[in-house]
């Protein structure tokens, strides 16, 4: 799903509540999250119209089951200028179906102690639902009536618009969002308005909400919405055969009405910029550098690149932070990202500060000055060895939440992969040597290649003055 234009709304109670009607909870199970592990254990099947179905059975604290459903749709050509209309999908999937009214889903969704996240954007939908085993089949009814059945009211449209356009008004001067949308615009300003990757300013975005009528939105699902191109994956104490069954019943027969294929957004050089953007009255500022590597994550540079991350501003004890927030406390936050797509090279490197206006010309020498040490001395051995073991373990434990990784079966689900890519990528990970890591990080990251967008009241703190 496009990150851009993804909304969503949460309906049902927490699972937890659950506990009202069983006093006798089912204990959970000693979990393996290995990769290795995680891959032995699950069930794959493919329904008539295209859907794969992935299924991890597990015993679970309480019995709770995760469930999502992930639509994928459209290609570059077919979405062009639809943005708008599927980013208000998202709202109105819950505001009622054939057979039920808004309040009537909230109340079986109550009914059934179940939680239903459904959202939407450009070229997708999702659908996750966490209740326990023996509401699961209730549960993924509703979804899938959700899903397939939602009747668009025509008294809540305008209501769910005038919601979203208030959210993007209300954010016009939020110092977070205008450095992120600047950076943005700068990797795809090559793409015309109405591209889905064409990053739209917060004007051109009421715009365009502003512009789109309930019978696009009816269309855009017309056209679009179906389950040839998705996937269901269920972690939690099921029955392997009924919940096959079941999704078969639910989705077998709802094909997509149109081709989807991936839209892409490559690597492309970009002429860095220094940008300064005044929000008045704003008690912090943000701070962001930024650049464009050519890496997707199955190139050989990627491993050493994602330690090298890590270390640098990726976790609370990288470089950036305990420089920039511990040693010199001039900011709240300091941290690095590097954003890397699958089979597509279009890659991001970013560090990001908030802290005090006043202090942004300081922060900003910090990174800088932290940047091109690292640059010349590379990593240390100690350093590198606690890093690998800290990053794994965080992995880990991210494959132990269930919801997080339902996300991680479907997407691996996406593009053909098994969890044998997760177990490679660590082995490669946990093979690195200093050396190795350093010499990747001094080829790929060049210091003379960053933007800089600094957002905050700089007048009112007397710096940054042109």
Same mark, same amino acid.
């Given at each position: 799903m496009?990150?851009?234009?993804?909304?969503?709304?949460?309906?049902?109670?927490?699972v937890?509540?659950?506990?009202?009607?069983?006093?006798?909870?089912?204990?959970?199970?000693?979990?393996?999250?290995?990769?290795?592990?995680?891959?032995?254990r699950l069930?794959r099947?493919?329904?008539?119209n295209g859907?794969?179905?992935?299924?991890?059975?597990?015993?679970?604290?309480?019995?709770?089951?995760?469930?999502?459903?992930?639509?994928?749709?459209?290609d570059?050509?077919?979405?062009?200028?639809?943005?708008?209309?599927?980013?208000?999908?998202?709202?109105?999937?819950?505001?009622?179906?054939?057979?039920?009214?808004?309040?009537?889903?909230?109340?079986?969704?109550?009914?059934?102690?179940?939680?239903?996240?459904?959202?939407?954007?450009?070229?997708?939908?999702?659908?996750?639902?966490?209740?326990?085993?023996?509401?699961?089949?209730?549960?993924?009814?509703?979804?899938?009536?959700?899903?397939?059945?939602?009747?668009?009211?025509?008294?809540?449209?305008?209501?769910?618009?005038?919601?979203?356009?208030?959210?993007?008004e209300?954010?016009?001067?939020?110092?977070?969002?205008?450095?992120?949308?600047?950076?943005?615009?700068?990797?795809?300003?090559?793409?015309p308005?109405?591209?889905? $990757?064409?990053?739209?300013? @917060? &004007?051109?975005? /009421? *715009?365009?909400?502003? %512009?789109?009528?309930?019978?696009? +939105?009816?269309?855009?699902?017309?056209?679009?919405?179906?389950?040839?191109?998705?996937?269901?994956?269920?972690?939690?104490?099921?029955?392997?055969?009924?919940?096959?069954?079941?999704?078969?019943?639910?989705?077998?027969?709802?094909?997509?009405?149109?081709?989807y294929?991936?839209?892409?957004?490559?690597? $492309?050089?970009?002429?860095? @910029? &220094?940008?300064? /953007? *005044?929000?008045?009255? %704003?008690p912090?500022?943000?701070? +962001?550098?930024?650049?464009?590597?050519?890496?997707?994550?199955?190139?050989?540079?990627?491993p050493?690149?994602?330690?090298?991350?890590?270390?640098?501003?990726?976790?609370?004890?990288?470089?950036?932070?305990?420089?920039?927030?511990?040693?010199?406390?001039?900011?709240?936050?300091?941290?690095?990202?590097?954003?890397?797509?699958?089979?597509? &090279?279009?890659?991001?490197?970013?560090?990001?500060?908030?802290?005090?206006?006043?202090?942004?010309?300081?922060?900003e020498?910090?990174f800088?000055?932290?940047?091109?040490?690292?640059?010349?001395?590379?990593?240390?051995?100690?350093?590198?060895?606690?890093?690998?073991?800290?990053?794994?373990?965080?992995?880990?434990?991210?494959?132990?939440?269930?919801?997080?990784?339902?996300?991680?079966l479907?997407?691996?689900?996406?593009?053909?992969?098994?969890?044998?890519?997760?177990?490679?990528?660590?082995?490669?990970?946990?093979?690195?040597?200093?050396?190795?890591?350093?010499?990747?990080?001094?080829?790929?990251?060049?210091?003379?290649?960053?933007s800089?967008?600094r957002?905050g009241?700089?007048?009112?703190?007397?710096?940054?003055?042109?």
């Amino acid at each position: 799903m496009h990150p851009k234009s993804r909304l969503a709304l949460v309906i049902g109670v927490p699972v937890l509540a659950a506990a009202a009607f069983s006093q006798a909870l089912p204990p959970g199970e000693a979990f393996d999250p290995t990769p290795s592990n995680i891959e032995s254990r699950l069930a794959r099947a493919k329904l008539a119209n295209g859907m794969k179905v992935v299924l991890l059975p597990k015993k679970t604290p309480g019995g709770t089951v995760v469930a999502q459903v992930t639509l994928r749709f459209g290609d570059e050509k077919s979405l062009f200028g639809k943005s708008a209309a599927a980013q208000l999908i998202g709202g109105l999937l819950m505001r009622g179906t054939k057979s039920r009214t808004r309040s009537q889903i909230q109340e079986e969704a109550k009914r059934l102690h179940a939680q239903i996240d459904v959202s939407s954007g450009i070229d997708g939908a999702t659908a996750i639902i966490e209740t326990v085993e023996a509401n699961l089949a209730g549960a993924l009814r509703l979804a899938a009536e959700i899903l397939r059945q939602s009747s668009f009211p025509e008294g809540e449209f305008e209501q769910v618009r005038q919601q979203r356009i208030a959210n993007v008004e209300s954010r016009m001067s939020e110092q977070q969002m205008l450095a992120s949308l600047a950076i943005s615009r700068l990797l795809t300003s090559i793409y015309p308005r109405g591209d889905v $990757r064409y990053t739209p300013t @917060v &004007d051109e975005q /009421i *715009e365009d909400l502003k %512009k789109v009528a309930l019978e696009d +939105v009816r269309r855009f699902y017309a056209q679009f919405y179906g389950a040839s191109n998705a996937d269901l994956v269920v972690v939690g104490p099921f029955d392997r055969a009924e919940v096959r069954k079941l999704a078969a019943d639910l989705f077998g027969d709802w094909k997509s009405p149109s081709p989807y294929q991936p839209v892409l957004t490559p690597y $492309r050089k970009v002429a860095p @910029v &220094d940008r300064k /953007i *005044e929000t008045p009255e %704003k008690p912090n500022a943000v701070f +962001v550098a930024a650049t464009f590597i050519k890496l997707s994550d199955e190139d050989p540079d990627y491993p050493a690149l994602l330690l090298a991350n890590y270390m640098l501003g990726g976790s609370p004890g990288a470089r950036l932070f305990k420089r920039i927030r511990l040693t010199e406390n001039l900011a709240d936050s300091a941290l690095s990202v590097l954003q890397v797509p699958t089979r597509n &090279d279009g890659s991001v490197f970013a560090g990001t500060s908030i802290g005090a206006p006043q202090n942004v010309p300081k922060v900003e020498a910090s990174f800088k000055d932290e940047l091109a040490r690292t640059l010349k001395d590379g990593f240390a051995t100690d350093e590198v060895a606690a890093a690998k073991k800290a990053w794994l373990q965080g992995q880990s434990v991210v494959r132990s939440e269930d919801q997080a990784l339902a996300a991680t079966l479907s997407w691996r689900e996406c593009y053909g992969r098994t969890m044998k890519f997760d177990e490679a990528l660590e082995a490669k990970v946990a093979a690195l040597t200093p050396a190795q890591v350093s010499e990747t990080f001094r080829r790929r990251i060049d210091p003379s290649a960053f933007s800089y967008v600094r957002a905050g009241d700089f007048k009112k703190a007397g710096v940054l003055q042109e």
